[in-house]
Nanobody, 128 residues
Framework: QVHLVESGGGSMQAGGSLRLSCAASGPAYSSNCMGWFRQAPGKEREGVATIRSDGIATYADSVKGRFTISQDNTKATLYLQMNDLKPEDTAMYYC??????????????????????RGQGTQVTVSS
């Protein structure tokens, strides 16, 4: 069982920065795909960014150039550095992980990959 815990959310004015963290734990855990997703009230879940085990990252068009996904050396912690935040970034942010071999580790083109494990989420609120 993989356990994911997000942290780092909060309230920020537009133009500010936040860094989200996702701590992963579980026996013999390793992921082939990890990602960040978000969902605002009344809206569909959106794929924000993914990163493969080989380090290849993908981003939604809405965050490209502003957000960066990364992992620490052990790959037990996933990060999302969010710069130049906008009010439309307001949402609950979730991290997710897929231990099994997974070909669809991408959010390009609006894809929302279904990963096996998901955290409880951390709220990000951006005011104008």
């Amino acid at each position: 069982q993989v356990h994911l815990v997000e942290s780092g959310g909060g309230s920020m004015q537009a133009g500010g920065s936040l860094r989200l963290s996702c701590a992963a734990s579980g026996p013999a855990y390793s992921s082939n795909c990890m990602g960040w997703f978000r969902q605002a009230p009344g809206k569909e879940r959106e794929g924000v960014a993914t990163i493969r085990s080989d380090g290849i990252a993908t981003y939604a068009d809405s965050v490209k150039g502003r957000f960066t996904i990364s992992q620490d050396n052990t790959k037990a912690t996933l990060y999302l550095q969010m710069n130049d935040l906008k009010p439309e970034d307001t949402a609950m942010y979730y991290c997710a992980a897929e231990p099994a071999a997974f070909l669809g580790c991408t959010v390009v083109g609006g894809r929302v990959p279904r990963l096996q494990y998901r955290g409880q989420g951390t709220q990000v609120t951006v005011s104008s």
